[in-house]
């Protein structure tokens, strides 16, 4: 069983920098497709960005394009979310996402193992 732990949310203000962790623990990360989602109160869960097998293999959403990174750490296990020039609008509860797959997944419902989420809040 594939469990994940997200972390590093919390308060920011516009502008500044946050980086999302995501643990990953049952399987081995590299043979997993890793994405992160985010959901705002009352809006659908939306996609983010996520990483194949490799971390060259990234795609992001053209809403943080630019300013959002995806890295992973396989010996840690880890994928990590680095989130630049932060805006009120990326305020949301953000997850990550795990499936055995390869490709750079962006639909919800290709993952299988997700995490419990981490809240980012941006002030204005």
């Known amino acids: 069983q594939v469990q994940l732990v997200e972390s590093g949310g919390g308060l920011v203000q516009a502008g500044g920098s946050l980086r999302l962790s995501c643990a990953v623990s049952g399987r081995t990360l590299s043979n997993y497709a890793v994405g992160w989602f985010r959901q705002a109160p009352g809006k659908e869960r939306e996609f983010v960005g996520s990483t194949g097998w490799s971390e060259r293999s990234t795609y992001y959403a053209d809403s943080v394009k630019g300013r959002f990174t995806i890295s992973r750490d396989n010996a840690k296990n880890t994928v990590y979310l680095q989130m630049n020039s932060l805006k009120p609008e990326d305020t949301a509860v953000y997850y990550c996402?795990?499936?055995?797959?390869?490709?750079?997944?962006?639909?919800?419902?290709?993952?299988?193992?997700w995490g419990q989420g981490t809240q980012v809040t941006v002030s204005s």
């Open positions: 996402a795990a499936e055995a797959r390869r490709g750079t997944l962006s639909r919800k419902y290709e993952y299988d193992y």
